[in-house]
C-alpha cells in the first residue's frame, strides 16, 4: 500500500518512539518492582523478628495443648495483632513443624482480625514451594524467603525460628506479604506514567508532522501536482506556459535537495515548455504543407471532372456541419475526439481522389452512364483507396489519412448495405464514410450537372429524410436537418441559383 511520504516519516517516529518507550518502561518498571519487592520482604523480615523476641517459647507447647484457654494466649494474639496492623504484611502466623505440614497455633490475617482464620491447630500440608526446605525447617533453621503463587494471588513468605532457652526451634513465625498490592499500585505507576509520555509525545509528533509538511511533504506533494498539470496540458500551449508560471511561483527556498530538485524541475519544464512550442510550430507548418498537397490532389481531380462545381469545397464544409453536430448531441462519443473531427474535415477534399483513373469519356459523359461505364465509375472507390494506402505507407502520416481512406473507400456504402464497394453495412460503416455520404449526396442533389438541374432545397432535404435508416446513418441525416441555417449559407455561396 502506498502512502505520503510524510506519513511514512511520521510512522517510522511514532513507531520508533514506541519502541523505545517501550524498552525504557519495561527496564524501569523491572527495576521498580525489584527494588518494591525487596523493601517489602525487608518489612516482613522486621516484623516477625518482633514477633519472635515476643513470644515466650516456653508457652509455646501450652498453646499447642490448651489453645485459647492456655495462659497468655490471648495477650499473644493481642501482641501478634498489633505487630500485623504496624506492618504491611498479609498475614501473620506462629507454626509448628511437623513432618505432615505445618500446625497453625496463632494466625492474624485479612480475613478476620484478630480471630483465627484457619482452625487453630490445623496441620496444612507443605506447599510445592517449601518441599525443598522441609528438612530445613524440621531441624528448625533458618529458611530464605519462599515466593509462593496461586489463581488468585502471589505471595513472599518469611519464616523465623523461635528457640527455646537451649537454641531448640520449638516453632516458627511466619509472615506473607502480597505482591498483588504492589502489581496494582505499579499498574497505576504504568498508567500515569503512559499519560505523561502520551502528552509528550503527542506534542513531539505534532511538531513532527508539522516540520515534515512544511519542509518536505508539501514542498513535494506541490511539485508532483504541477508536474501531474503539466503533463496533461501538453495539446494546449496556453496551458503549458500557465503552468510552468505556477511552478515558479511555489518559490522553493529551502537550500537543500528538494531546492535542488525544484530548480531542476523548474528549468525541466521550460525547456520542454518551449521545445513543444517548436514541435508545434513545425507541426502547423507540416499541416499546412499537408493540407495544400491535399487540396492540389483534390483540385487535380475536380479539374478532371467539368460537372463538380466546388463539389470540393462544399462536402467539405456539409462534413464539418455533421460531425460537429454529432459531437453536440453526444453521438458516438467515444469515437468523435477532437483530432478525429480534424482529420475528418481535413481529409474530405480527398474523397473522390479515386476519380483520377476514371476515363474522361466515362467521368464527364452527358448523358446515363451504360452498366459498364458505371462499373468502371465505382471503380474510384477501390482506386481512392488504394492511392491513399500507399501514401500512408510512405509517409508518416496513417492516422491523418486514415479517414481520407475511409471515406474514399466506404462513402458509396448504403446503411441497409446495398452500397458499393463492400456491401459493408450500419456501423460497420466507418463513421467518416457515413458522414461523407449524407454530404456527397446532397450537394449532388442541390448542385447542377450536366445530365440534370439542381434539386430544390425541399425536394433535396425530403430525399435524404427518405433515404435515413435505409441509404445514410439516421443520426447524421438528423444533425444535418438540424443544421439548416448553415446549410443555406453554403449553398448561397456556392450554388446562388439554388431556392432556399
Request: net charge neutral; aromatic share 10%; with cysteine.
Amino acid at each position: 500500500m502506498k502512502h505520503p511520504l510524510h506519513t511514512k516519516f511520521t510512522l517510522f517516529f511514532i513507531i520508533t518512539s514506541v519502541i523505545l518507550v517501550f524498552l525504557t518502561s519495561t527496564i524501569a518498571i523491572r527495576l521498580y518492582f525489584q527494588n518494591s519487592k525487596r523493601e517489602r520482604t525487608e518489612s516482613a523480615f522486621k516484623c516477625v523478628k518482633i514477633a519472635a523476641e515476643f513470644i515466650d517459647s516456653s508457652k509455646v507447647d501450652d498453646f499447642i495443648r490448651f489453645g485459647k484457654n492456655a495462659p497468655g494466649y490471648k495477650k499473644t494474639q493481642s501482641f501478634l495483632y498489633k505487630t500485623w496492623q504496624l506492618s504491611s504484611v498479609t498475614y501473620l502466623s506462629i507454626v509448628k513443624n511437623e513432618e505432615a505440614g505445618a500446625r497453625f497455633i496463632f494466625n492474624i490475617d485479612n480475613h478476620e482480625k484478630s480471630a483465627i482464620s484457619v482452625e487453630f491447630g490445623k496441620i496444612i500440608p507443605y506447599s510445592k514451594e517449601f518441599i525443598p526446605f522441609k528438612e530445613d525447617l524440621l531441624a528448625g533453621k533458618q529458611i530464605p524467603p519462599v515466593e509462593t503463587k496461586s489463581i488468585f494471588n502471589k505471595h513472599i513468605i518469611v519464616s523465623y525460628p523461635i528457640l527455646d532457652n537451649e537454641g531448640k526451634c520449638v516453632c516458627y513465625v511466619v509472615a506473607g506479604t502480597s505482591l498483588s498490592y504492589l502489581t496494582r499500585h505499579l499498574a497505576r505507576f504504568i498508567v500515569k506514567v503512559l499519560l505523561i509520555i502520551s502528552g509528550f509525545f503527542i506534542v513531539i509528533i505534532s511538531f513532527t508532522i508539522w516540520t515534515i509538511g512544511t519542509s518536505m511533504s508539501y514542498p513535494i506533494s506541490a511539485m508532483a501536482t504541477c508536474i501531474s498539470l503539466f503533463s496533461d496540458s501538453v495539446e494546449e500551449q496556453e496551458k503549458l506556459d500557465e503552468n510552468v508560471r505556477q511552478i515558479r511561483t511555489l518559490d522553493i527556498q529551502s537550500g537543500d535537495e528538494i531546492q535542488k530538485l525544484y530548480d531542476a524541475i523548474c528549468q525541466l519544464t521550460l525547456n520542454q515548455t518551449e521545445q513543444v512550442r517548436d514541435i508545434r510550430r513545425l507541426s502547423d507548418s507540416t499541416m499546412t504543407m499537408q493540407d495544400g498537397l491535399i487540396i492540389t490532389m483534390a483540385d487535380m481531380v475536380e479539374n478532371r471532372d467539368s460537372d463538380t462545381g466546388a463539389h470540393v469545397q462544399k462536402t467539405s464544409a456539409y462534413v464539418k456541419i455533421i460531425v460537429e453536430g454529432l459531437k453536440k448531441k453526444g453521438y458516438y462519443a467515444s469515437k468523435i475526439t477532437q483530432k478525429f473531427m480534424s482529420d475528418v474535415v481535413r481529409s474530405a477534399p480527398l474523397h473522390d481522389v479515386g476519380k483520377i483513373n476514371i476515363p474522361d469519356n466515362v467521368l464527364n459523359k452527358p448523358g446515363k452512364l451504360t452498366d459498364e461505364e458505371f462499373a468502371i465509375m465505382k471503380t474510384h472507390t477501390t482506386a481512392g483507396k488504394q492511392i491513399l494506402e500507399k501514401a500512408i505507407s510512405t509517409v508518416q502520416g496513417e492516422n491523418y489519412l486514415k479517414e481520407a481512406r475511409n471515406m474514399a473507400a466506404y462513402h458509396h456504402e448504403r446503411w441497409d448495405g446495398k452500397g458499393y464497394p463492400e456491401g459493408l453495412h450500419g456501423e460497420v460503416i466507418p463513421l467518416s464514410a457515413r458522414i461523407m455520404a449524407v454530404a456527397d449526396v446532397f450537394d449532388a442533389l442541390a448542385s447542377p450537372r450536366v445530365y440534370k438541374p439542381a434539386f430544390p432545397l425541399e425536394k433535396a432535404l425530403a430525399i435524404l429524410q427518405e433515404g435515413a435508416g435505409s441509404q445514410f446513418d439516421p443520426k447524421c441525416v438528423e444533425v444535418f436537418m438540424e443544421s439548416l441555417s448553415e446549410v443555406k449559407v453554403i449553398l448561397k455561396k456556392y450554388n446562388p441559383t439554388t431556392q432556399t
